[in-house]
Nanobody
Framework: QVQLVESGGGLVQPGGSLTLSCAASGSIPSMGWYLQAPGKQRTLVATITRDGQKLYTDSVKGRFTISRDNAKNTVYLQMNVLKPEDTARYYC?????????WGQGTQVTVSS
């Protein structure tokens, strides 16, 4: 089964930026970035099809940009104008079909 490895998280001040990466061990279909804040359910915030069609939740629209490199089996999430409420563990996984095994995720903490 394809394995997913997320990276790029860290501690950033409000208004800052981060770029997350999701490296897959094989070809991947439509993908999404999910976040899970402490004590809350995992939530899908951005999706991208193989041909690059993108969707975002209202909470991140205009601030986050999802992209992918199919040759590298990698999906990215450019996060700008970060807010404290963006603090969460971020995961990637498929959308619209069977989920792959979840990776470890990458922690994003937005704090001054």
């Amino acid at each position: 089964q394809v394995q997913l490895v997320e990276s790029g998280g860290g501690l950033v001040q409000p208004g800052g930026s981060l770029t997350l990466s999701c490296a897959a061990s094989g070809s991947i279909p439509s993908m999404g970035w999910y976040l899970q804040a402490p004590g809350k359910q995992r939530t899908l915030v951005a999706t991208i099809t193989r041909d690059g069609q993108k969707l975002y939740t209202d909470s991140v629209k205009g601030r986050f940009t999802i992209s992918r490199d199919n040759a590298k089996n990698t999906v990215y999430l450019q996060m700008n104008v970060l807010k404290p409420e963006d603090t969460a563990r971020y995961y990637c996984n498929t959308v619209g079909g069977p989920l792959l095994a979840w990776g470890q995720g990458t922690q994003v903490t937005v704090s001054s």
